[in-house]
């Protein structure tokens, strides 16, 4: 019954923690789905409000702020519209791990939403420096404290959501952006108010917009690193190889990689030579124990002889633990 006699297959099926592990995720999701629902019709109405406002009291800040809350409203339908294609985990031939990536996909084109906003108010920011334009303060004060508040308690219920995906993190970047937005257009109507100052209007609205930038910088970076399918973060690939290398069935590692398919669920694949001749229940164990200490939902695991060539074929043990539609499902095959 060695690696290199043995032909089968073994399949096991693990229920409870499958199905633990997704109910957990469907009410994480099925909450922040709500929370999407909410913030996007607060924003909505907001938006019309601070546009009709910000074109009557000619306040920059509150124009500012009335452009990054339509992108606000883009920004929380199009994580809806992604909270719900990644919901139905649909498969085909094609696409074998159904629509999971896409909220990255979402969470990258907001990123990017941001980076060109913050670039037209810089511009018009400079401008209004050395053309200062009259600025009402009172429609201006009013409206800000209004889409301040919305914009706060919209990124709380989001956060309260406990959905820490990027996809997530996207839509509340956002809604933080437009608080700030809304503080920098209430400080504006009160400076203006109280001394006639009109260029303290487009100095706040540089200063969010440059606050803004960074911030998007650091989500921009976070969907690019899962889209090149970079080893996730906090996650140190040279340790965990070191730890493999340490367990006396494992002689030598000839590939492993590790990334994620989305903010919630992680990949690893590995190539292991192990010494002797094993039996089939021996590498069941081995595997099982391996996915134990690496704790990820999608674990490969391919088992060589340690004397064999390094490209043979024909004296192979692959061992596939996959987590899809809440199940987990660990395959064994030796070819």
Known sequence: MGLGHHHGHGHSHDHDDGHGHGHGHDHTHGASERALWIALVLNAVLLVVEVVVGLISGSLALLADAGHMASDVGALGLALAAQRLAKRRTRSADYTFGLRRVPVI?????????????????????GRLFAPAPVTGMPVLIAGAVGLFVN?????????SGDRSVNIRGAVLHLVADALGSVAAVSAAVVIMVTGWTPIDPILALIVALLIGFSSVGLLRDTVRILLQRAPHGVDVSAMRSKLLELDYVAA???????????????????????????????????????????????TIQWRRADAAHEGCGHEHHDHDHDHDH????????T
């Open 106 to 126: 979402g969470a990258l084109i907001n990123a990017a939403t941001l980076g060109a906003i913050v670039v037209l108010v810089v511009r018009e920011a400079i």
């Open 152 to 160: 706060v308690f919209s990124a709380w219920f989001l956060h309260r």
């Open 253 to 299: 590692i000839d590939d492993f990689h590790c990334w994620e398919l989305n903010s919630d669920e992680r990949i690893i694949s590995a190539i292991l030579r192990t010494p002797g001749d094993p039996t089939l229940s021996e590498l069941d164990a081995r595997s099982a124990a391996i996915r134990e200490l690496i704790a990820c939902q999608h674990t």
């Open 327 to 334: 199940h987990d499902h660990d395959e064994a095959q030796k």
